[in-house]
Nanobody
Framework: QVQLVESGGGLVQAGGSLRLSCAAS????????MAWFRQTPGNEREFVSA????????YDSHFMKGRFTISRDNAKNTVYLQMNSLKPEDTAVYYC????????????????????WGQGTQVTVSS
């Protein structure tokens, strides 16, 4: 089992940057592929980005378009999401999640494929 705690959210102007962190408890963090999702009120939680156990493979959503970068530091049990050139439409609660299996399958964009979730961190981008 792993517990996840996100941090780094906040209020930023359009065009600004934020770096989200997700700290994991337990010694098995490196066993989990990880991902970031986001959610706005009344909408489904949507996939943002994912990273393999080693960090060698990443998957991005269409709206990232090179603005966001996912990374991980297994020695620190932490996964990051660097967000640049933020837009008002990026406003959401951002969640990190641990994938069910040891390597990604075709369902990595589906929230139901993830066993463990953090509590989320609010990102607000003002225009």
């Amino acid at each position: 089992q792993v517990q996840l705690v996100e941090s780094g959210g906040g209020l930023v102007q359009a065009g600004g940057s934020l770096r989200l962190s997700c700290a994991a408890s337990g010694r098995t963090f490196s066993s989990y592929p990880m991902a970031w999702f986001r959610q706005t009120p009344g909408n489904e939680r949507e996939f943002v980005s994912a990273i393999s156990r080693s960090g060698g493979i990443t998957y991005d959503s269409h709206f990232m378009k090179g603005r966001f970068t996912i990374s991980r530091d297994n020695a620190k049990n932490t996964v990051y999401l660097q967000m640049n050139s933020l837009k008002p439409e990026d406003t959401a609660v951002y969640y990190c999640a641990a994938y069910t299996q040891s390597s990604f399958g075709s369902n990595y964009r589906e929230k139901n494929a993830y066993d463990y979730w953090g509590q989320g961190t609010q990102v607000t981008v003002s225009s």
